[in-house]
């Protein structure tokens, strides 16, 4: 399929609503609406957007679960030229008065409850509507009562009745390929999110070479149970089953059991998904029988272990992947026609665009194939962070590379391999040990589901080699045994000394499912470690 001409994603959404207009586009829950049908109600959108106070260069934030109002305010902000800032479900009042604040966010859309959330509560206690957000002039609530000083979603629609398509094409018209169409916040595990600029025209074209790389076509249909705010889903696997033509099926949230459910209903070929989504799915699949077979391509990150649970729940030809929300997510991914072993164990060769270096952390010069160092990104990368001047001078080199701070090496064939954060590095008795190079090992070991591997705190070595290790269902492997066999196969330093058991769901983890290292070492650093001897 050639790469749609439009370079703006409303003009994306016309282009695709012309060439497959009686296509599903979104299906959530008994919800259907093919590209036609979208493209209008998202138009409808926008006019009572509009009618309500939004206007270009706005940044609406947008709270709310996966579900097809998300998908209709995305387009429809981005129709009016405005900016859409993605929040995370997760977030609590420190960062939800943070993003809503350094975002210079003018208008909220949300629901009122998810899950356990109540976030009319949450918008009380921060004080939204007062004078403390003094930029924050209209919020809009998704529910089924009404509130005070709050504009029901509802409304919206009889709003922009007295708006005329001419006046909407006009606002439309003066959308750009490189006007800002999202900012996404990074997880912030370490300081307050950051915010990340992203273009309309590198939204398109990369998301359509993420694309390319799967095979895909306007006969996809993607499961969508990875979150929307997440850059994974609303910039990595949105857009790129969209610029195909294809359909989105849309999950309200992580759950296995329905994961599977709407998988075989809806006959979905394409999965996303993190290490936990995968184990999680192929935990019920052993007491539960689901027809899957209709999965055959998508993305996943992970250790080999994790990729190949894919593989077992139907995805043969998973792609794994490397990028960062900065460089618009995927810059380096496997392709569907590659060996298995080299979708398993590597992230690919950089696509179209992007000039990815292995360098020295500390001259940033670049080093040969089979060597670990920095990756730095040149290409498809965001502008520079919100309103962060100081950041944006230490994130790129004299050459205007992203500094990832992610270690990496391209092997002989020229696929790069992810090799850990340098921040994870673990200094041991002088000596510098890549987590990933050990944890690749642990995972190979009878009985290891997963590892996870990290720097303890001690007044020699400075630190010591720890391994979290996740056993698989019924197995019981033994410290010792896991020493011995590091021992047998590392350099003496890399050898854990420090060796802990936990059940997957005792593992902290962020919103994008991702295990948060330094939360487990803060855990672990508070406890006496007994030292493993073989």
């Known amino acids: 399929m050639e ?14 609503a012309r060439r497959f207009p009686q296509r599903d586009a979104v299906v959530y829950d008994a919800e259907r609406h093919d590209y036609a049908e979208f493209r209008v ?26 579900r097809t109002e998300w998908l209709l305010v995305n387009f429809a902000v981005m129709l009016l030229g405005g900016t859409l800032v993605a929040v995370n479900t997760w977030y609590r009042t420190h960062e939800l008065t943070h993003v809503l ?36 002039r209209r919020i809009v609530c998704l529910g089924e009562e009404r509130h ?38 990074t997880s912030g595990t370490t ?53 195909h033509g294809g359909c989105v099926v849309l999950q309200h949230h992580f759950d296995p059991a329905e994961a599977c459910r709407i998988i075989e209903r809806e006959r979905c070929t394409v999965y996303y998904g993190t290490p936990n989504i995968a184990f999680a799915i192929a935990g019920h699949l052993e007491h539960h029988s689901h027809d899957l077979s ?30 960062l929300t900065e460089v618009y997510g995927n810059c380096s991914i496997t392709d569907a026609s590659d060996p298995e072993e080299a979708r398993l164990t590597t992230v690919g060769r950089p696509l179209p665009g992007y000039d990815i270096v292995v360098s020295d952390p500390r001259t940033h010069q670049p080093l040969p194939h089979g060597e670990i160092g ?41 696929r790069l391999h992810f090799h850990g954060r340098i921040k994870e590095m673990v200094k041991t008795g002088g000596m510098n040990v890549a987590p990933s190079e050990v944890e690749v090992f642990l995972a190979t070991q009878p009985g290891v589901l997963e590892a996870y591997v990290l720097g303890l705190p001690d007044p020699v ?55 948060q290292k330094h939360v487990l070492r803060e855990r672990l650093a508070s406890q006496a470690q007994q030292p493993v001897t073989d």
């Open 374 to 414: 920095e990756i730095k990104i040149r290409g498809y990368v965001m502008p520079g962070y919100y309103k962060d001047t100081e950041k944006n001078r230490e994130c790129f080199d004299a050459e205007h590379y992203f500094l990832s701070g992610d270690l990496g090496y391209y092997d002989d064939d020229g």
């Open 3 to 16: 790469m749609p001409s439009s370079r703006t994603l409303p003009g994306l959404l016309d282009e695709m």
């Open 41 to 66: 109600r998202v138009r409808e959108l926008a006019k009572g957007l509009h009618r309500l106070g939004v206007r270009r260069g706005d940044k609406v934030a947008l709270l709310m679960p996966n």
């Open 148 to 185: 005070a000083g709050l504009t029901p979603f509802s409304e919206l629609w009889e709003l922009g009745q007295g708006v005329s398509d001419a006046e909407l094409d006009a606002l439309q018209t003066a959308v750009g390929p490189e006007d800002i169409a999202y900012i996404l916040f």
């Open 191 to 243: 300081s307050m999110p950051k915010g990340v600029p992203l273009q309309h025209f590198a939204l398109i074209e990369n998301m359509y070479n993420i694309g390319e790389r799967q095979h895909l076509t306007e006969q996809d249909r993607m499961w969508m149970g990875i979150s929307l705010f997440w850059g994974f889903g609303c910039e990595n696997a949105l857009m790129a089953v969209m610029t």
């Open 294 to 323: 209709s999965l055959r391509t998508g993305v996943a990150i992970g250790t080999p272990q994790a990729m190949r649970a894919c593989v077992e729940i139907g995805v043969t030809q998973v792609n794994q992947c490397y990028g």
């Open 461 to 515: 070595r400075d630190e010591v080699v720890a391994a979290v290790v996740v056993p698989e269902a019924g197995a019981t492997p033994s410290a010792e045994a896991l020493v011995a066999a590091c021992r047998a196969a590392l350099a003496g330093y890399k050898v854990p000394r420090v060796v802990i058991f936990m059940n997957a769901d005792q593992l902290p983890l962020t919103a994008s499912g991702k295990v």
């Open 101 to 136: 604040t350094h975002s210079e966010v003018s208008t909220l859309v949300l629901v009122d409850r998810f899950l356990r959330q109540d976030y009319l509560r949450i918008l009380s206690e921060i004080g939204a509507g007062t004078d403390r957000f003094p930029l924050l």
